[in-house]
């Protein structure tokens, strides 16, 4: 999907309770205390990767006040995650208000690994941690050994934008990206579908 007339068809499974509350407040933010609630005993390791997100990604579309943190859409259907219980929305939503991204470079984010620039770079990060003996690279995060790393670790999540000004610039089509919006409009929904 591209944008047409400045807007991106976006998809992403919500559950009732987000539908509900978008239908009757016309808007919808997440909430720290969400996210808690849903990963529950390894919600600090989400949180970990979604409060940097959020440090970085203000800068590029502003957090509005109520939005502790995003919601995560697809610009493919199959991409969207839909489970019986859940609600299927089709957005049409303004390019201006979306942080694109690859998913595969959010899933590395999300297991705290490294993302690398290059291929390069990503065979150099590898010999590092041979050099350290480290075989389980989420240890640099769950182990107080590694405060150097841990700091790389996270200056190359920087490279999870480098792909949205190349989409809204119209250089780089949207394919299979994986975008983010700080809040969900009702005017933003094409359709809804429930899972049965």
Not at 49 to 58: E, G, L, N, P, T
Not at 77 to 86: F, K, M, S, T
Not at 87 to 97: A, Q, T
Not at 135 to 150: A, G, M, R, V
């Amino acid at each position: 999907m591209g944008a047409k007339n400045n807007k991106v068809i976006l998809y992403t499974s919500q559950s009732s309770v987000v539908v509900k509350s978008l239908m009757e407040q016309k808007i919808c933010h997440v909430k720290r205390e969400y996210i808690v609630k849903k990963y529950q005993e390894v919600s600090q390791i989400f949180l970990e990767a979604y409060d940097w997100y959020i440090s970085k990604a203000r800068n590029i579309v502003e957090k509005p006040e109520h939005a502790e943190y995003p919601f995560w859409t697809f610009t493919e259907i199959d991409y969207a995650g839909w489970y019986p219980g859940n609600y299927l929305l089709c957005l049409n939503v303004p390019i201006e208000k979306i942080i694109f991204f690859k998913i595969e470079d959010w899933n590395k984010i999300l297991n705290l690994k490294y993302l690398s620039v290059s291929k390069e770079d990503g065979k150099e990060y590898e010999c590092m941690l041979a050099k350290q003996n480290i075989s389980i690279e989420s240890d640099i995060f769950t182990k107080p050994f590694y405060p150097n790393l841990k700091l790389k670790v996270k200056k190359s999540w920087d490279n999870l934008f480098k792909y949205d000004k190349l989409v809204k610039s119209g250089i780089m089509h949207v394919g299979t990206m994986q975008a983010a919006l700080w809040e969900l409009k009702k005017e933003w929904i094409s359709y809804i579908k429930e899972e049965k």
